[in-house]
């Protein structure tokens, strides 16, 4: 969704009117201005002028009632099938505004996987001290917090590496027309959260929109020495890492 569009829908939104007649088509069947004006308590003419906008916001959208008899037949509106509850067109704004922002800084990628990597971080449990996190853990755990997202995430393992099948984008329009900036935010999230559980996994690469409705997640195996500094780096109160002996000469 193009900002501009998010600017529409939320504008249309902002009345209360509007609102209660979306809340009605979308809570009920299709009806025309005059059932509305009854149940709102306005008149027809108002519904219709509220309607208008909501019709060129596309939240609504006009179909004809079967013919009775002769004459045109009546025109009732109902929701739209994809639109938006009033207070989700408001995130999806915000974040049409967050990521068009984060897409005019200097490296955008990279600002979005920090930003990603901090939230993943922070949405991931720590496991106890001194425990180790296998990688079906892991992989198990990342899932979860995926599937609580709204990613429909699906694991699958090929040898020594894995993947995770993202069948839903929450965040797709807003992807559409920033994906450097949305697919870089989600890689992050998988790197934060794998990073603070210890895991010897890193997620290497993201692959948006392989089909309308499927994103894949890389995922392998990290080297041992990697995945010590992993943990370490995840816990900020560890102790300093050893440093490498120094050799007389």
């Known amino acids: 969704m193009a900002i501009a569009s998010a600017l529409q829908i939320h504008k249309a939104l902002s009345d209360v009117s509007r609102f209660r007649i979306l809340e009605e088509l979308r809570n009920d069947r299709p009806m025309d201005s005059?059932?509305?004006?009854?149940r709102l308590g306005l008149h027809p003419n108002t519904i219709r002028s509220h309607v208008d906008q909501l019709v060129q916001a596309k939240l609504v959208r006009t179909v004809a009632a079967p013919a009775a008899g002769r004459g045109r037949p009546r025109v009732l509106y109902e929701a739209a099938a994809d639109a938006p509850a009033g207070q989700e067109s408001g995130y999806r704004l915000l974040a049409q505004i967050l990521a068009s922002y984060l897409a005019s800084v200097d490296r955008p990628q990279a600002a979005a996987e920090s930003a990603g990597r901090a939230w993943g971080s922070y949405l991931t449990e720590r496991p106890q001290?001194?425990?180790?996190?296998?990688a079906?853990?892991?992989?198990?755990r990342v899932v979860e917090l995926f599937t609580e997202l709204g990613f429909m995430p699906e694991a699958v393992e090929e040898g020594e590496k894995r993947k995770i099948l993202l069948h839903h984008c929450p965040f797709r329009q807003v992807a559409e027309s920033n994906r450097e900036v949305a697919c870089s935010v989600h890689l992050g999230m998988l790197k934060g959260a794998l990073a603070e559980m210890g895991a010897p996994l890193e997620a290497t690469r993201l692959e948006p929109f392989v089909e309308p409705s499927l994103c894949i997640a890389h995922l392998s195996k990290l080297a041992r020495g990697a995945e010590v500094l992993a943990v370490h780096l995840s816990d900020p109160r560890s102790s300093p890492l050893p440093q490498e002996p120094e050799l007389l000469t």
Request: proline content about 6%; charged content about 30%; cysteine-free.
């Open 129 to 134: 001290p001194f425990s180790e996190v296998s």
């Open 34 to 38: 005059r059932e509305l004006g009854r």
């Open 136 to 140: 079906a853990d892991a992989t198990l």
